[in-house]
């Protein structure tokens, strides 16, 4: 079942260890949830990296999904899949598009003690991805889209245009880390953004939410909106941060994250 949740190296302690963080690791580890990571559309899990490396110093365990980007209930299905194998409690985090997986993902899994949600939709069952993005003025999104990539199985995939990634999506990383980031950028299907979500774990796992207020993908005042319905139990607005606001703020979500981890 996990043919195609490619794990990134170094990022699942329990299998590779890490020396370097034992101490913490031998006396706190066995208590502390593991800390599930969603990448987005036009990302992948090296947009985790420095919260990564935050996490595993304050001593947690830390997967990062390799999220498809096909489906909603398909991605949600593979996350699902992780879930089950691990013991003990969990924080699931998304962000962006991820947001709308670990919603569906979470739903009926005891373990998940915690929604982080990472710049991130927060759909209720029927939203869309692409409906929420646009409830408010504020996204730049689609005039930044190269022209969608015909795949095998009749979709579309959807890449931002690398001269205007940096810009868009990554507005306040160094410029040459985000040119970085546009070549390497995973596509998502239309399918994926147009697809109604079937569940909303958010409605009863509590939830906390972090953004940016300079995001042109999801627009502040969506951000908001989705926070205030779903009762987070803490909202950071980081000034100026961009939609990869892990990637540039990564201590800012780590620390969320951390607070979520450790709610009663």
Do not use: C
Not at 119 to 147: I, N, Q, R, V, Y
């Amino acid at each position: 079942m996990f043919t195609r949740l490619k794990l990134s190296a170094a990022l699942t302690l329990g299998i590779l260890g890490f020396a370097t963080t034992a101490p913490a690791q031998s006396t706190d580890a066995a208590t502390k949830p593991t800390i599930v990571l969603v990448h987005g559309a036009f990302a992948d899990s090296s947009s985790w990296n420095g919260v990564i490396a935050k996490l595993i110093h304050d001593g947690y365990r830390v997967t990062a999904a390799d999220n498809q980007l096909r489906s909603v209930h398909g991605d949600a299905a593979e996350v699902s899949a992780i879930l089950n194998s691990i013991a003990g409690p969990v924080v699931l985090v998304g962000h962006s598009y991820g947001g709308t997986v670990i919603s569906e993902a979470a739903a009926g899994h005891a373990n998940v003690k915690a929604l982080v949600y990472v710049a991130a939709f927060m759909p209720a069952a029927g939203e869309t991805s692409l409906g929420l993005s646009g409830k408010f003025p504020g996204s730049t999104l689609g005039g930044t889209l190269a022209p969608p990539v015909p795949v095998a199985d009749g979709n579309q995939d959807l890449y931002i245009s690398q001269d205007k990634f940096p810009a868009q999506f990554a507005a306040d990383v160094p410029h040459d880390q985000a040119v970085l980031m546009a070549a390497t950028q995973r596509p998502v299907t239309l399918a994926a953004l147009s697809e109604p979500s079937k569940a909303a774990a958010w409605q009863s796992i509590p939830s906390w939410s972090i953004y940016g207020s300079a995001d042109l993908n999801i627009p502040a005042a969506a951000h908001a909106f989705m926070a205030d319905r779903a009762h987070v139990r803490r909202v950071v607005v980081v000034p100026g941060a961009s939609h990869v606001v892990m990637v540039s703020h990564p201590a800012d979500v780590a620390t969320l994250i951390e607070d979520a981890a450790r709610a009663k």
